[in-house]
């Protein structure tokens, strides 16, 4: 668990967007995004660029949470309803896998639990492991 907690902390883009991993473990996640100004569209709406970084990070870290380096090679966005303010809450968790593919489902939440978005996302795992990509 250390080696994939210094794997979520190495993830300097989310860090720099403000995403905070809740936790982590077993192909699941949890990851929260508190909106500020700055995340903000000229709508003056969320950003659906910054939804989907809060989804991302959290498909990351479920699919990373196996020891095996997980990278990306599908994903999708779906958004429900526009946001202003408040926090997100993105849920990840493995709907199916096998060594080579998986495919993690994220939902994205508001404090109140109103479903924001849905996150489909598939990985590549690598013969390469986490531990390995913190060596680089």
Same mark, same amino acid.
């Given at each position: !668990?250390?080696?994939?907690?210094? $794997? ?12 905070? !991993? ?5 192909? /699941?996640?949890?990851? /929260?995004?508190?909106?500020? %100004?700055?995340?903000? @569209?000229? =709508? ?5 660029? *910054?939804?989907? *970084?809060?989804?991302? *990070? %959290?498909?990351?870290? =479920?699919? @990373?949470?196996?020891? %095996? +380096? ?5 994903? @999708?966005? #779906?958004? $429900? ?5 408040? #926090? +997100? &809450? ?5 709907? %199916? ?11 994205? /939440?508001?404090?109140?639990? /109103?479903? &924001? ?12 492991? &986490?531990?390995? =990509? +913190?060596?680089?």
């Amino acid at each position: !668990m250390d080696e994939l907690r210094r $794997f979520v902390d190495q993830d300097a883009f989310a860090r720099h967007v403000g995403i905070e !991993m809740l936790s982590y473990g077993e192909g /699941r996640a949890t990851a /929260r995004l508190d909106v500020k %100004a700055h995340h903000l @569209n000229s =709508a003056g709406c969320l950003h659906g660029g *910054a939804v989907f *970084a809060l989804a991302d *990070a %959290a498909f990351s870290a =479920a699919a @990373n949470s196996h020891g %095996a +380096l997980a990278l990306s090679i599908d994903a @999708n966005i #779906s958004y $429900f309803e526009a946001v202003t303010g408040g #926090s +997100l &809450i993105a849920e990840a968790r493995e709907a %199916a896998g096998n060594a080579k593919l998986a495919t993690y489902l994220i939902e994205v /939440r508001d404090a109140g639990g /109103r479903l &924001i978005a849905h996150f489909r996302g598939t990985v590549y795992r690598k013969r390469a492991t &986490i531990g390995d =990509a +913190l060596k680089s």
